[in-house]
């Protein structure tokens, strides 16, 4: 039901957040379980093409999630072992962190080209004058490059907290005990979380949000990081600047001289949108051993963080990508108050201070 | 890409709030503008069988929205004549409203749905004693008729305040002022109104989003609404308390004893998302004539928030209609503790002051 | 513990939202109930200068809140008879209203100044032609005037929520029930509503939080308002724009040619920060008969809406009452794309469509 | 204006991040850039005693901060030399660093003795049966011990989150370039961290605010941990559950049988307001070189950060260092069908899986 979803989020990032994608990802966790317990299945049952997440969402309404209603299905054909010794939750949070993974995976490699084009756009601009504005006023002089360079080093930031992210699996039971699996529980939860990849955590989460929160707070990261660069582009864009221009910017049909930036108001959008989930996923309280609400609302809240995160960066991918600079505009902007400061102090007014060498920091950790 | 909608949220709704009711109210707004302003349009090119959102999303990038590429599309079928005048934003902010209308409707027939539960249990339950919880602690006697009875309170004046809200159209031209209608522009901005059975505004509201907010708070009053209920239940429903059960409660594979409040959770989960998108629509920073990205965020946070609420609502609904309640296990829960007050102000233990007046006031107010 | 308070809020506005006024907010409250319900009491004791607030939260954490304290004390004072028949939120609910009612009329006050400003900006440059731009790119040409009457818009809408706030007392006894007033309940609570000058609520809303939640929303609309304005004088202030600026602009110590818009600037934290308690008051689930945490986290938070609401109202009446308006830079930026719509349609370069006739809707209206 | 702080907030961590906090904190910020950059100057001038807030405050609106006209007390004191090559934003980001670091040591002190708290609970109950409870429904047996054992993991999370958080100096100069400086810029700007025992930054944030993101998401974390204790401890202290009890818990003075669990009341009441303020921390736009307004919400969005987290934490503290727990109750609440699990499995009633290896887990963990 989410609007318009293809104009704000790449359709490869759509297909890994889908509920196709979950329902691949909770039946990955059934047939991980049975393997990892040694449970004897039909392996042919596991494949996502037997079900349908409509009906199952339908039919799930009476338990509150749809594993039941998958599990009933799968029993069917796979056989009464399925899902021993199992509860709901640990299905779909294990699903949660499969999704996540894997649309994490395409976030960050649209994260890299952004980090790419701002690192070009650093280089080529390293000693480009412009005026560095505050509160929107022309200060003082910078460069382009820095500007661009302190752009990537926002991206490098989300980046490392994006592959710092642990994806743990989970399994704990009815209520975190393991109780059904005897003496086998530890030793079974091992191995379902190697079966995945996944990491084994030291306890169930179940009630414990904090992946879920890291997630959130990376993903929220990542969607500043865009925001940021968006923001900038939007205001260096307006027709009184023009020192930069999207490549392909958005015409009108009505006022064909305007060039939009398009794809920097659609990172912006996607930025809030992903902050509102981020929240969501952030400050739910749950209950005991498992949640009566807030859990079940982090379904769609991940979604949309991981789909709108990823949909800030890859608007901005492709607002760097296509980026026209004017240095000769940003040159021609820069008023004479600009160097004020300059003056007062009896500097040469194409002093820039460290702006070039803090460029090559950003840059040096970014090579690294 | 919402995760499990149909889980969540009524059918009826979600058709409501879909990629194709927002395309059906964007080819209703051009309609109602071509025949407003009097061109001359081949009226069979509205059909919204002509056209696919996905592809307009795509093809809506360069954009920033898929109005571009519909009118594109429409002028070949319908004629040049098609949003002269208009501008993308007048053509969203319109279906914007179209489908906020439309989609509360389902939200208050389901909410007279629950307020008309609430009214049969309160009149039922008018004198059933049980203990009032403060803190989640005994306080005092009252009755679960009383309780009901500001369940429907809640749900009144969440009422009220959808059945208050105005769904003005919007016109106002590339910038608010209508300049391409010539002398005409206010005269063509009522028919356009009127023709979609929407309000004339006083001004243009293309970046003061007050109709948007006000939609967003009213959805925020019926979620909380509902909430208030859902919370209760669960509550009311856990073991230790066991006064009320879903009627088809979830049960659950491994533990088939567990009747989980499982309606009541979802609404609790809808609730959580509803607010998130609220915040998105109440919070934004339009810029000057229209807004560089707060804008686009709008679009699926109002389809969450009406989607979300009105999920909200009609699980609460679901969970009144079929709710058990368990009168003796009320009268059995009360603690002696309980009449304390009572016995130092030399009450009768069964004294439940006003309760039955404040139900009957309710009462009252809901037959109004 | 609000760091700078007095930089973003009115000194008369943080005396109307102080501790010492929720304190003597408490005490009206206690005395009017004493008064409603015909107890005797010495009401020189009800004096806010006999206690400390600072104490009575520390005596109040056993408790949970500082009515239980209080009440102590001022029992020793003034009889026995005080709080009789009350429940501690009875009293913070209802000074909770009397507090915000004397905010908002602060509030208001601002927000009249902050018309009247606007008012005389739409008058004065009523046909004075400047660059209308969308997604911050020039569009066509507008006015200033319809500008500040679209800013004025926005205010009288936020007016017309603020005086449209009910202000309920609330009275309910230990649970809702009025028990301990036996059959004088609801007469002696219409009586203490009307003490204070307050209305008299349907039902208790000890766990209904409606009034709290449209005082709330209210206070978004008048930040949001607020806002607009601010952000679009930001804009507007550019250096390389230039069309406005503050008046006392913040000068810099060393770019002394800085002319910050420090108010805008103010305005525009105000309003974020106010939209987040806004959050806080709208999205509590309260429990049963009375809150958990959801209802004590509601003072902090209404005293910040209140404050940063009213800060950002009062920040842009400064702003605007000394706003310079450049009419020529405001011509000499009109680029001449911005005539291509005109020019198109064969109009006049400077023909301005509706936007003065808008001008004058929204003045008639304010003039109401 | 905070309401009721010391409600809320234990006096230690309020003097932490008070106002004179902050301005300790810019006064050492603005000493230590004289020693960094070799200015002499006359230290006694940097004792707060000699300033005051809210003269700061009401003359810093013209500036929209309090840095400027701070400099100008300081200039008349300490001699022209101060803050020479700095802008506000390096005093005000290097100051809002030192409040942090100093309030988080409170924070982490508090934390602590909750975990040491737990870790005695779950030592001490770490085979004693209860009800687990999923939904709220009891579901099949665990152990208290186990039950305090997950609160423990969830606080050594958060721990884990503070100690990684880094503190940042921040020296930039008007706009990040450090001009002013010459070619001492990148040596004085390590001098400066060093001289305050903060971290020496990549780059200038002023407009990146990751590490304040990374702060308000720890101290979420940190939130989030104490409000899942306080959420079930509120839940086991239901009158009908009783598990567990306050020590010290509430009276109420119409009810004396009441034991209200304020401490983890006011825990999950501090945890809404955190979260909130950790929002507008983590969600701001900032735009070019530093922003107008998101900037500026920070200051009071950290302090009631830093507060409200620790307000929190430390309530939980006092909660649990109090906590009656009722082995007796708890076995006694445990329902027949709890067993149904156990008994469908063949297994031993008393079983309990794997818990009592998860409480050795997380023990061994925190003795790390």
Chains 1, 2, 3, 4 share one sequence.
Not at 175 to 202: H, M, V
Not at 304 to 320: F, K, P, Q
């Amino acid at each position: 039901m989410t609007t318009f979803a293809p104009l704000f989020v790449p359709a490869g990032l759509l297909e890994r957040v889908s509920d196709i994608a979950w329902l691949e990802a909770m039946l990955a966790a059934e047939l991980a379980l049975a393997r990892a317990s040694g449970v004897d299945v039909d392996e042919a049952a596991f494949d996502a093409s037997h079900y349908d997440v409509a009906t199952l969402c339908e039919e799930g309404r009476a338990a509150g999630n749809l594993v039941e209603p998958l599990v009933r299905a799968l029993r069917a054909r796979a056989g009464e072992g399925v899902h021993r010794g199992a509860t709901s939750q640990d299905v779909l949070d294990t699903a949660a962190m499969i999704v996540a993974r894997g649309a994490i995976e395409v976030v960050l490699s649209d994260l890299d080209a952004a980090a790419a084009a701002c690192a070009r756009l650093a280089e080529a601009h390293r000693s480009a004058p412009m005026a560095a504005r505050t509160l929107l006023q022309q200060a003082v002089p910078t460069t382009f490059g820095y500007t661009a360079a302190r752009w990537l080093a926002g991206l490098l930031d989300a980046r490392t907290r994006l592959h710092a992210l642990r994806y743990p699996a989970q399994l704990g039971g009815a209520a975190g005990t393991l109780a059904a699996f005897g003496d086998r529980g530890l030793d079974i939860r091992s191995r379902f979380a190697e079966e995945l990849g996944l990491d084994d955590a030291l306890v169930p989460w179940h009630a414990d949000r904090s992946p879920v929160a890291a997630l959130a707070s990376a993903l929220g990261a990542a969607a500043r990081a865009a925001d940021k660069i968006a923001l900038d582009v939007v205001l260096l864009a307006q027709t009184e600047v023009g020192e930069v221009a999207e490549g392909t910017g958005g015409g009108s049909s009505t006022m064909p001289h305007k060039r939009n930036p398009a794809r920097a108001v659609l990172a912006r959008a996607c930025a809030r949108l992903a902050h509102a989930s981020v929240s969501v996923l952030t400050g739910g309280e749950h209950e005991l051993e498992r949640a009566a609400g807030a859990w079940h609302a982090e379904w769609p809240a991940l979604t949309a963080a991981l789909a709108y995160a990823g949909g800030a960066v890859a608007s901005v991918r492709e607002c760097l990508n296509g980026l026209h600079v004017d240095t000769e505009r940003m040159r021609a902007n820069m008023s004479d108050d600009l160097y004020a400061e300059q003056r007062a102090l009896g500097l040469d007014g194409d002093y820039l201070g460290s702006a070039e060498a803090f460029v090559d920091r950003v840059l040096d950790r970014y090579r690294l």
